[in-house]
């Protein structure tokens, strides 16, 4: 899914030139512990860090304080890609650049999960259903067509390998009676670890 439905577009900006001052009542403002920087053609330049500049003096210049990102992510990037990024850069924030090179927005941890839960329909009221299946092409296919053949409209899957060459399978539906859910797999044979009601939020 593309990080733009979670991009945060308020965030804090500094310009190249900028006094640590400057930097520092802005990251006020925002009740943040960094700014985005930018160029002289409000282009990304890099990010500013509280914890960079801590020690300056209120009238230095940012310029030599700027880092820029080894990860940052492009619009059209997917949240998953972003995850991935965040995980390996251990980092608070990730900038969102345009094609142009212009700042649109950050992603952080809360995004990130507030993305993962939508991904997991975790939102949405339905059943979970998980699974073990053999990690091989088509036990999957299988239960996906138990389920659509029924009229049970899926709403998230997730898979998940474990060591014995077998995947757990999480699969959200949409359906307010486990019991029927479960004597439904149960007429097809297929065996399942647990069903659990969600309400969503």
Not at 2 to 21: D, E, L, Q, R, Y
Not at 24 to 37: K, N, P, Q, V, W
Not at 153 to 176: A, F, G, M, P, Y
């Amino acid at each position: 899914m593309n990080v733009k439905k979670w991009v945060v577009t308020h965030f804090p900006t500094i310009k190249k030139g900028a006094s640590v001052g400057d930097a520092l009542h802005t990251m006020r403002e925002y009740a943040c512990d960094y700014c985005i920087a930018l160029d002289e053609e409000e282009k990304f330049d890099g990010v500013l860090y509280k914890s960079s500049i801590w020690e300056a003096n209120m009238d230095e210049k940012i310029d030599d304080y700027i880092t820029f990102p080894d990860f940052y992510v492009v619009e059209d990037s997917n949240v998953e890609e972003a995850a991935l990024m965040m995980i390996e850069n251990r980092d608070q924030i990730l900038p969102v650049v345009n094609n142009n090179a212009e700042v649109i927005g950050v992603l952080g941890v809360q995004e990130i999960l507030e993305a993962f839960t939508e991904l997991s329909a975790m939102d949405e009221p339905g059943i979970r259903i998980i699974l073990e299946l053999a990690d091989r092409p088509g036990e999957l296919k299988r239960i996906i067509d138990v389920l659509a053949n029924n009229q049970v409209n899926i709403l998230s899957i997730l898979t998940l390998k474990d060591e014995n060459s077998k995947r757990q399978i999480s699969i959200k539906v949409d359906s307010d009676d486990p019991e029927s859910i479960a004597s439904l797999l149960e007429i097809y044979e297929i065996k399942y670890l647990s069903i659990i009601e969600e309400e969503g939020f």
